[in-house]
C-alpha cells in the first residue's frame, strides 16, 4: 500500500486547512487510516483514525472538537479537517494506515510522506 499525502500549507491562527491522504496499491485489506503529526524537537504524536470499513473515528484528545477524520471509500481517500487551528498545531503531519491485526496508534504498516503545515500566531 503507497500513501499519498497532500494539503499542508501556511495559515492563521483560527484558520482551517484540510489534508488528504490518498491510498493506491492493495487497499482491499486496509483496516486503519489516520495521522500522526511531528512538532520540531519532539517525538511523532498520533491525531486521528478511522477505521475503514466501520468509520468509526478516534482522536487525540488535544484535536477532539477541532478536527474531523473523515473517508471517501471510493477514491480510497481520508480527509483530515483542521479547524481553529493554533500555533502548537504547527507541525509535520504523516499519513497512516494498517492492514488487518494492526493497530494503527502503536504502530502503522505503512506511513506516507509528511505534510508541513504551519500556523502563524
Known amino acids: 500500500v503507497q500513501l499519498q499525502a497532500s494539503g499542508g500549507g501556511l495559515v492563521q491562527a483560527g484558520g482551517s486547512l484540510r489534508l488528504s491522504c490518498a491510498a493506491s496499491g492493495e487497499t482491499v485489506n486496509l483496516s486503519d487510516m489516520g495521522w500522526f503529526r511531528q512538532i520540531p524537537g519532539k517525538e511523532r504524536e498520533f491525531v486521528a483514525a478511522?477505521?475503514?470499513?466501520?468509520?468509526?473515528?478516534n482522536y487525540a484528545d488535544f484535536v477532539k472538537g477541532r478536527f474531523t477524520l473523515s473517508k471517501y471509500t471510493a477514491r480510497n481517500t481520508a480527509y483530515l479537517q483542521m479547524n481553529s487551528l493554533k500555533s502548537e498545531d504547527t507541525a509535520v503531519y504523516y499519513c497512516?494506515?494498517?492492514?488487518?491485526?494492526?493497530?494503527?496508534?502503536?504502530?502503522?504498516?505503512?506511513w506516507g510522506q509528511g505534510t508541513l503545515v504551519t500556523v502563524s500566531s
Open positions: 497512516a494506515a494498517t492492514g488487518p491485526g494492526s493497530d494503527l496508534r502503536i504502530r502503522p504498516d505503512y
Open positions: 478511522i477505521n475503514w470499513r466501520r468509520g468509526i473515528t
